[in-house]
C-alpha cells in the first residue's frame, strides 16, 4: 500500500504542542513531534477499542510484551526476555524512574553534549551530579565523534555511577558504530558503570547509510556491561500522547529498585489505548507504513542539505553553513555560529532562532537548550510543502 505523506494534516486548533503554542502563522518545526496522521492500521486498532465505550482500569496483556519482543527480534536482531520489562507512560519518565531507582542523591550521571535537553532536567530532578561529555566537532569535516582517550579520563576523573547514552544521538543525529558501542561498553564495564541506553530514535536511519542502528543491549552482554535499555514506538508512529514506553533491563535488582521508583514516580499506569496502539504498530502494516515515512523523511533531509547549501555555498577551507550528517533521527542540527559570532547574535543561537520565529515566522530550536551555543535544531518531519516554505523563511532571515 502506498501512503501520501505529502497530505499537509491541519492541527492547529487541536491543542497541539507544536502547532497551537506557535503564534498564527508561524511554521514550527522545533518539538520532536511529527505532521504525519499515524499509520491507518494504528487508527483502526483505536477505533476499535473506543467502540467498546468503557474505559475503566486496565490489565497490560501478554501480547503486549509479544509484540515488543517480535519487533525488536525481527527488525533489529536483539530478543528480550519477556522477563526483562517493565511499562512506563513515557522515556523520560522511565529515564527518571531508572535514574532514581538506579542512584543516590550526589551520584554523577555522564552524557554526551549536546543533549536532548531533558537528560539535564532528568539528572538535576533526581538530585544527582551532572557530568556533561562534549561531543568532538569539526566543522570542515561537518562530523561529531567520541574522544575516547578523553571520555576514559571524564570517568575515571568523575567516576560516574550511570553513562546515560542516546541512542541513535538526538540532536547531533550520529548512528553510533559497532566500534563505538563497543569501546562505550568496554570502557563501563571495567569501571562498574551502568549504561542507560535511551533508544527511541532507534526507528530513523538514513536507508543511504549502509548500516542499522545497533541495539546496546548484546553488545554490553559481550563486554560484560550492565545495561537498561528505554525505549518506544511514540516517535517512530508518532503517538507520544497515547503515553506508553518500555524498559528492558536483564538484572533481576535493577528491575525491582526501577519498578519501585515507578511506583514511586506514579508513572505506573498506561491508558487503555497506549498498549493497543504499539502492538498495532508492532506488525507488518505498521512496518510498511513506517518504512516509507522513513524514506520521506530522509529526501526531505536531503532537500534540506542541498537547499541550504546552495544558498550559502561552502568555501575553499571550510564550509559556510556546516550540517551534521544525519544519519539517525529527523532533527537536522546546522552550524551557524558564523551567523550569530557578531552583533546583534554575540554568538546566540538562540537570539538567532527567536529573529527567525518574531521576524520570518518560522520556530527552530537554537542549540543552547541542548548544551551547545552557534547551533540549530530543525525538525524535518513536516509535509515538503511546508519544509519547502520554511526553508524559504530561513534563508530570507539569514541573508538579510
Known sequence: MHYDFNREVIRRGTD????????????????????????????????????????????????????????????????????????????VPAISAIIKGLCRPGDGVLF?????????????????????????????????SIDFGALEQTLDREQPRLLLLCNPHNPTGRVWTHEELTRIATLCAARGIVVLSDEIHCEFVDPALGRPYLPFAPIADVAGCKWVIANA????????????????????????????????????????????????????????????????????????????????????????????????????????SAFVASAPFNGSSERLAAQLRSKQRVWINGGEMYGQAGFLRVNLATQRSRLEEALRRIIEGMQG
Open 112 to 144: 554526551f553534549t549536546p543533549a536532548y535537553n531533558c537528560f539535564f532536567s532528568s539528572v538535576r530532578n533526581n538530585d544527582c551530579r551532572l557530568v556533561e561529555f562534549p561531543l568532538t566537532w569539526s566543522p570542515a569535516a561537518e562530523r561529531y
Open 233 to 336: 514506538p511514540n516517535k517512530a508512529f508518532n503517538i507520544a500522547g497515547l503515553q506508553t514506553a518500555y524498559i528492558v533491563t536483564a538484572d533481576d535488582d535493577f528491575r525491582t529498585r526501577i519498578d519501585h521508583a515507578i511506583n514511586v514516580n506514579e508513572v505506573c499506569d498506561i491508558n487503555c489505548f497506549s498498549f493497543v496502539a504499539l502492538q498495532a504498530a508492532y506488525t507488518p502494516e505498521g512496518e510498511e507504513w513506517l518504512d516509507q515515512l522513513v524514506a520521506y523523511i530522509y529526501e526531505n533531509y536531503r532537500y534540506f542539505r542541498a537547499t541550504l547549501k546552495a544558498a550559502f555555498p561552502d568555501g575553499d577551507t571550510k564550509p559556510q553553513l556546516p550540517i551534521a550528517p544525519l544519519e539517525g533521527t529527523y532533527l537536522a542540527w546546522a552550524d551557524v
Open 16 to 91: 497541539c504542542v507544536k502547532w497551537d503554542e506557535a503564534e498564527d502563522g508561524v511554521l514550527p518545526l522545533w518539538v520532536a513531534d511529527m505532521d504525519f496522521e499515524t499509520a491507518p492500521c494504528i487508527q483502526e486498532a483505536i477505533l476499535r477499542r473506543a467502540r467498546h465505550g468503557v474505559f475503566g482500569y486496565n490489565l497490560i496483556p501478554e501480547s503486549f510484551y509479544e509484540a515488543i519482543i517480535c519487533w525488536n527480534s525481527h527488525r533489529h536482531g536483539w530478543t528480550p526476555r519477556r522477563e526483562w520489562m517493565l511499562y512506563t507512560s513515557g522515556v
